[in-house]
């Protein structure tokens, strides 16, 4: 990875991945569970559960279908992407997700 731009996560694919067809491309959509613990103000332990929207394509998107279920552990190397578009009411809708680079499965 190059630039300054860059995210690293560990966590769980939450569901079944998604696989968009274009004319050239092909895209693999990847929802990642990561989750952080720390303790309240009385002392309990408690975990929180960020969710991250993964787009792979090409060869990093081709590793993913074959490597990756739902529930694998996996680390994601990429970066940050925002971008905007209408929805079929013409509303206008903000989208981040992480452009992954490269990615590794935890479990093996």
Known sequence: ??????????????NDLRILKGQS?????????????YKDASGVQKQTTAWHDIAAWGKVGE???RSFVKGSHILVQ???VYRTY???NGH???VTEISADHLENLDR
């Open 78 to 80: 990429g970066r940050l």
């Open 1 to 14: 990875m190059k630039g300054n731009n860059t995210v690293q996560l560990i966590g769980y694919v939450g």
């Open 63 to 65: 590793f993913a279908e």
């Open 86 to 88: 209408a929805d079929l």
């Open 92 to 94: 206008k809708r903000y």
């Open 25 to 37: 491309n092909r895209k693999v959509l990847i929802r990642v569970a990561t989750h952080d613990k």
